[in-house]
């Protein structure tokens, strides 16, 4: 069992940074991929960002790409994800999650993922 807790997430004006971090515990951080995504209300849940578990491979949606980072500190047992120019549309609930599978197509899909965060909300005004 992995346990992931999301912080960071917050109120922002259009424009506006913040940093999502996910902090892990249970079996070895540095054994999973790790993935950020985000769900609105009545929508499936969207693919944001992944890592690879040495975090020298990083890929990412095109909507994010050039304004969001992800990074991991795998003696922090720690994975961030840094958002920058943030936009309205950016408003929704973001969940970090885990997966053992080295195979990186399914890195993009929800469903290939073993552990979950409760998510946490980000609101950016206009």
């Known amino acids: 069992q992995v346990q992931l807790v999301e912080s960071g997430g917050g109120l922002v004006q259009a424009g506006d940074s913040l940093r999502l971090s996910c902090a892990a515990s249970g079996r070895s951080f540095s054994s999973y991929g790790m993935g950020w995504f985000r769900q609105a209300p009545g929508n499936e849940r969207e693919f944001v960002g992944y890592i690879s578990r040495s975090g020298d491979s990083t890929y990412y949606a095109d909507s994010v790409k050039g304004r969001f980072t992800i990074s991991r500190d795998n003696a922090k047992n720690t994975v961030y994800l840094q958002m920058n120019s943030l936009k309205p549309e950016d408003t929704t609930l973001y969940y970090c999650?885990?997966?053992?599978?080295?195979?990186?197509?399914?890195?993009?899909?929800?469903?290939?993922?073993?552990?979950w965060g409760q998510g946490t909300q980000v609101t950016v005004s206009s």
């Open positions: 999650a885990c997966r053992a599978s080295r195979i990186l197509s399914g890195a993009f899909n929800p469903r290939n993922y073993d552990f």
